[in-house]
């Protein structure tokens, strides 16, 4: 069965670069979520997207920024960075915000490395 | 403060023997759901129990939700060296049309052979 997609897998950095992530969900899921998990920490939730809008937004930095695409893809835009952004990203996908059965199935992760 | 906290924070075992992990949490939730993680990769999705359900088993996975107590558990049974990992459980709030997962601190299970 297909599974939630990300890229890069691995992605290095310079402070104060940019770096774009993207997720692809799985087919007919139309809820994105962007989740940071730091070394030794529990994923902290970031944003999410129900058909290409914003729907809840969690602890995100204003240097960062995402968008949901007609495709249901999503991006998720890093300016600025700094040391402390380096961390494994996740975007999950589910089908249906607002069902009370509400499974989120976790891409593979982007491991941002900030030197 | 975390929605979750889990304990024990890290627990060893031998093959063969049972793993308890459990989870608390604060508010009412509409979902738990048990993720495991392998070092530094991705989150597997393992089991979802619905408030309204008080026990859920899926293999060798046996998961019991107490909302009085606002707590869960996870048991393996007959663990194996391939169930080493850390184990998160996930809430999404009640009443929330949009269900972010607040995840607890972890438990580090290490199966020994």
């Known amino acids: 069965a297909a599974g939630v997609i990300q890229s890069p897998r691995h992605l290095i950095k310079e402070k104060r670069e940019t770096a774009t992530l993207k997720c692809y969900p799985i087919?007919?899921?139309?809820?994105v979520y962007w989740y940071q998990q730091g070394p030794g920490q529990d994923p902290q939730f970031l944003i999410s997207?129900?058909?290409?809008?914003?729907?809840d937004k969690g602890s995100i930095p204003d240097r960062f920024s995402a968008q949901q695409f007609s495709d249901y893809h999503s991006e998720l835009n890093m300016s600025s960075l700094e040391l402390g952004d380096s961390a494994l990203y996740f975007c999950?996908?589910?089908f249906g915000v607002g069902r009370s059965y509400n499974e989120q199935f976790f891409g593979p992760g982007t491991r941002l490395t900030v030197l | 403060s975390q929605q979750g906290e889990e304990d024990p924070q890290a627990l060893s075992i031998q093959e063969g023997e049972n793993a308890t992990m459990n989870c608390s949490y604060k508010?009412?939730?509409?979902?738990l759901q048990w993720y495991r993680q392998n070092s530094g990769r991705g989150l597997v999705h393992l089991i979802l129990?619905?408030?309204?359900?008080r026990e859920k088993h899926s293999g060798r996975l046996r998961v019991t939700l107490d909302t009085s107590k606002k707590s869960s558990s996870l048991l393996i049974t007959a663990s194996r060296a391939a169930d080493t990992a850390s184990y998160f459980c996930?809430?999404?709030?009640?009443?929330?049309?949009?269900?972010?997962?607040?995840f607890g601190t972890g438990t580090r299970l290490l199966v020994s052979p």
């Open positions: 996930a809430t999404d709030a009640m009443n929330t049309g949009f269900q972010k997962l607040v």
């Open positions: 129990i619905r408030s309204n359900e």
């Open positions: 508010t009412s939730i509409n979902n």
């Open positions: 999950a996908s589910s």
């Open positions: 087919p007919r899921h139309d809820t």
């Open positions: 997207f129900y058909e290409k809008m914003q729907s």
